[in-house]
């Protein structure tokens, strides 16, 4: 069973700064690509980011320019920097990697960590 194990969310001040990991127990990471989603309380979970297995990175607009994704396909891990925080980022940040073979999806998802930005 693959698992994903998220780390680095917490409190944080307007303005500043966090960078959330991703560590998957899989061996074929690298063909997975990696999505970092986020949902606030009583909204819709929302893309915030994703790599493709080939590095080809989206974000949604509300991050661009102050949220980088990145990946170590070495280390089976996914990052997500974050600058310039705003109260509206608050929400509970989820990981998620995915692939599609041929005949099948595969798709896994972490349990999610807290981020709360203070104004």
């Known amino acids: 069973q693959v698992q994903l194990v998220e780390s680095g969310g917490g409190l944080v001040q307007s303005g500043g700064s966090l960078t959330l990991s991703c560590v998957a127990s899989?061996?074929?990471?690298?063909?997975?690509?990696i999505g970092w989603y986020r949902q606030a309380p009583g909204k819709q979970r929302e893309a915030v980011a994703t790599?493709?297995?080939?590095?080809?990175?989206n974000y949604v607009d509300s991050v661009k320019g102050r949220f980088t994704i990145t990946r170590d396909n070495a280390k089976a891990t996914g990052y997500l920097l974050m600058n310039s925080l705003k109260p509206e980022d608050t929400a509970v940040y989820y990981c998620?990697?995915?692939?599609?073979?041929?005949?099948?999806?595969?798709?896994?998802w972490g349990q999610g960590t807290q981020v709360t930005v203070s104004s």
């Open positions: 998620n990697i995915n692939r599609r073979s041929r005949y099948e999806t595969y798709e896994y």
């Open positions: 899989v061996s074929t990471f690298s063909l997975y690509a």
């Open positions: 790599i493709s297995s080939g590095d080809h990175t």
